[in-house]
Each structure stands twice: as structure tokens, then as C-alpha cells.
């Protein structure tokens, strides 16, 4: 009786906690990103592969020039920028704030992109779990050990008075 008392709600608990884990298990993972910087030919086809980007907080973008010309990525506001890369090099930014950011590479201001990051994704919020309004106020369920002991049929003990004595015949 005592065993499936405790058992039953340990169970329970321990389920729910498992399921409230999970989702912060497989959602801590960051991604990452890869925009190529390019040139070559006429200046008007210069860029950013993709020109735009969407990423979630705490994603990188890695930027790699593959043009001949030194290039950066900087962001128009000011907020993050990578060095000036010289071909073949690359950089990494990880995106802590989200927003659209525009950026432009400060040696060719015709060259022009934009990220955009989400707000990272918070795991869903677990419902407190409740009882089965049926079963709160229902009597417990013992459980019958499989070798019951036999029922005695005993009759209780008389009680003796003591308060009678011979002592006065």
C-alpha cells in the first residue's frame, strides 16, 4: 500500500521533469551561418552571397572573402564589425541582440547587406500538473501481496479488573 503510494507520484514527477528538460537539451545548440564576400569583374556586381541573412541570438555568421580585394562586413549602426579581410580570409561574428542589422564594407560602400536576428526561441512553459479531480478525494488502492497471510479469527483478549480485591473478606 505504502509502495504504491510513493511510488505512483515519484513516477509522476520524475515524467514531468523529463519533459519540461528536454526542449532546453535540444534547444541549446547554436547555428551557424556562412556569408561570402565577392568581387570580380564590374564593381556593380560586388557583395555579400547572401545579401540577407536571418539567424536566432546567439548564432554566428562566418564571413569569408573569396574576391581578390581586401573586404570587411560592418554594421551600419556601429554595433559589430569584422577586420578587413585580405582574400581567403575569414571572421566570425555571434549575434547576442536581436534586430536587423544593415552592413556595408567600408572600402566599397556600394556593397550591402543585411542580418536579420530572431529573439532565441524560449521552450515552452510547463503547466504545473494538477490531480485528477476524480481520484483527490478517492480512497487508496492497496495493493494485495500475492502469499496473503491467513486470517485468523481471534477473539480479543477480556480485560481484567483489578480494582476488585480480597483483601477485606
Not at 515519484?10 to 528538460?21: G, K, N, P
Not at 571572421?91 to 552592413?103: E, R
Request: net charge negative.
Amino acid at each position: 500500500m505504502l509502495r504504491a503510494r510513493v511510488v505512483v507520484p515519484v513516477f509522476a514527477f520524475a515524467l514531468s521533469s523529463i519533459t519540461a528538460i528536454v526542449p532546453f537539451a535540444t534547444s541549446a545548440v547554436a547555428a551557424s551561418s556562412a556569408v561570402s564576400i565577392h568581387d570580380g569583374g564590374d564593381i556593380s556586381t560586388w557583395g555579400y552571397g547572401p545579401s540577407t541573412e536571418t539567424v536566432t541570438v546567439g548564432d554566428t555568421i562566418t564571413f569569408t572573402n573569396t574576391g581578390a580585394s581586401p573586404h570587411d562586413a560592418t554594421s551600419v549602426d556601429g554595433s559589430w564589425n569584422t577586420p578587413l579581410l585580405q582574400s581567403g580570409q575569414s571572421a566570425t561574428v555571434t549575434f547576442s541582440t536581436p534586430g536587423t542589422f544593415a552592413f556595408t564594407c567600408v572600402l566599397h560602400p556600394w556593397m550591402k547587406g543585411s542580418i536579420v536576428v530572431n529573439p532565441a526561441a524560449s521552450a515552452p512553459a510547463v503547466a504545473p500538473t494538477t490531480p485528477d479531480p476524480s481520484t483527490v478525494n478517492a480512497p487508496a488502492v492497496d495493493v494485495a501481496p500475492s502469499n496473503p497471510a491467513p486470517q485468523t479469527d481471534v477473539a480479543p483478549a477480556q480485560p481484567t479488573d483489578d480494582t476488585t480485591s480480597d483483601a477485606g473478606n
